[in-house]
């Protein structure tokens, strides 16, 4: 009930940044009350540690063997790389290859290992320079900083100011994986079932993309997302995965 309430205000919010009376959401299922009572379980995400992620490191009490101190906001340029092998080299515990791993386990392993050198030492890790990149008919589009591993897809419109007056609601997709062959999720957002029917979280290194209505004419900025259009236009016959929430 409360997960819901949060994705219709968060929509209303949308709806306030787009500066449009014609910006309407959840044009279908307006019955909400069933739609509250059907939700169905979703998994929980977790990601694995890859090549080139920064991982921040807090010892707390060990500020001297530590990336950031508590309570800083830790810059992305700051921390441990991972290289291209998925090594990380650690102060005091040295490298440990972290390919692979839950952030959460390569925390119980920092700090067994860092035990050799400190009395119960107590970590914490963040991966620091994850991004999703909202591109199409959003009125500020471009990148945005993940925090927390995840980031919803209310929560990254709004990053971006909202969707513009031209933008096609009922067609948003979610490129992810190789942008070879990359798996496209298409999002209805006039459909409340939908968004509490499904998981709307979005994993780093997505790109959300806003399809323009059927009668915008395209303009230099989005020329210059070409690439990404012809990908989505071409999806289905390339043997692209193509889901649909509904």
Known sequence: ?????????????????????????????????????????????????????????????????????????????????????????FPLIGDIKVKGMYIEDLEKKVEELASEFIINPSVNLNIINHRVFVLGEVNNPGTVRVTNT???????????????????????????????????????????????????TLQPFDILYVNPSDGKNFNVTVNELLPFVQLIQSATSSGVNVKTLN
């Open 1 to 89: 009930m409360t997960k819901s309430i949060i994705l219709l205000l968060s929509a209303l919010v949308f709806i306030g940044c787009s500066g449009s009376k014609d910006h309407i959401l959840f044009s279908k299922n307006q019955e909400l009350t069933n739609v509250i009572k059907t939700q169905t379980e979703k998994s929980i995400y977790r990601y694995k540690i890859r090549p080139y992620d920064r991982i921040s490191v807090l010892f707390y009490d060990h500020p001297d063997i530590s990336t950031r101190q508590i309570g800083d906001f830790q810059e992305d340029t700051v921390g441990i790389l991972v290289n291209a092998f998925g090594i990380a080299s």
């Open 150 to 200: 995840t980031m919803s897809i209310f929560e990254a419109l709004s990053s971006t100011g909202g969707l513009k007056d031209a933008s096609k609601k009922n067609e948003v997709l979610i490129i992810r994986g190789n942008l070879s062959k990359p798996d496209l999720i298409k999002i209805d957002l006039t459909n409340f079932a939908s968004l509490t029917q499904n998981d709307l």
